[in-house]
T-cell receptor
Framework: DVKVTQSSRYLVKRTGEKVFLECVQD?????MFWYRQDPGLGLRLIYFSYDVKMKEKGDIPEGYSVSREKKERFSLILESASTNQTSMYLCASSLGANTEAFFGQGTRLTVV | QKEVEQNSGPLSVPEGAIASLNCTYSDRVSQSFFWYRQYSGKSPELIMSIYSNGDKEDGRFTAQLNKASQYVSLLIRDSQPSDSATYLC????????????FGKGTHLIIQP
């Protein structure tokens, strides 16, 4: 079974802090994605990566950056956390860009 | 802009009945279609994939695809209270590297 693991299930951070969300997958998938999910807005793509060290902006990249130094790991960075970044963050991986995606358990981030 | 549309619901179905969930998509060149189930506070879980026109059955679930009408549906037979969740439709294959396009989901409630 594909396993996608996110480093934290719940996080509480203060405004202005730098926040790191880590995601690791164990199926040698080429593609990895970061989404945020908010009530009524669905899944929104923040950043994605189709290869090591490659990254592309999604629909809402402002205030975020990413890092993919190894194939299995994709990190999301909130440079200076703000209250409007309070959300559920979901990492996913897939073998191809348009094949089934597998999600991690999600990180519920609260910025106070 | 690729779009996937779903009725947000809630869709209320009596226990034991058939639940029918629908999805339309805008990108005519889409090639892959998926249904995810998401329980409240949890991450999406893949339950069905379909790639060609017609029906695909897996246990109590049947996915139906009509590419000419750009329409995907999910039928759940003998609905159980444990089927109560939000169901996300996802579409891929439009040529981009940004992964699947997700609908906002339909909230399904199975009434005992």
């Amino acid at each position: 079974d594909v396993k996608v693991t996110q480093s934290s299930r719940y996080l509480v951070k203060r405004t202005g802090e730098k926040v790191f969300l880590e995601c690791v997958q164990d199926m040698d998938h080429e593609n990895m994605f970061w989404y945020r999910q908010d009530p009524g807005l669905g899944l929104r793509l923040i950043y994605f990566s189709y290869d090591v060290k490659m990254k592309e902006k999604g629909d809402i990249p402002e205030g975020y950056s990413v890092s993919r130094e190894k194939k299995e790991r994709f990190s999301l960075i909130l440079e200076s956390a703000s209250t409007n970044q309070t959300s559920m963050y979901l990492c996913a991986s897939s073998l191809g860009a348009n094949t089934e995606a597998f999600f991690g358990q999600g990180t519920r981030l609260t910025v106070v | 802009q690729k779009e996937v549309e779903q009725n947000s619901g809630p869709l209320s179905v009596p226990e034991g009945a058939i639940a029918s969930l629908n999805c339309t998509y805008s990108d005519r060149v889409s090639q892959s279609f998926f249904w995810y189930r998401q329980y409240s506070g949890k991450s999406p879980e893949l339950i069905m994939s379909i790639y060609s026109n017609g029906d695909k059955e897996d246990g109590r679930f049947t996915a139906q695809l009509n590419k000419a009408s750009q329409y995907v549906s999910l039928l759940i037979r003998d609905s159980q209270p444990s089927d109560s969740a939000t169901y996300l439709c996802a579409v891929g294959g439009g040529g981009g590297a940004d992964g699947l396009t997700f609908g906002k989901g339909t909230h399904l409630i199975i009434q005992p």
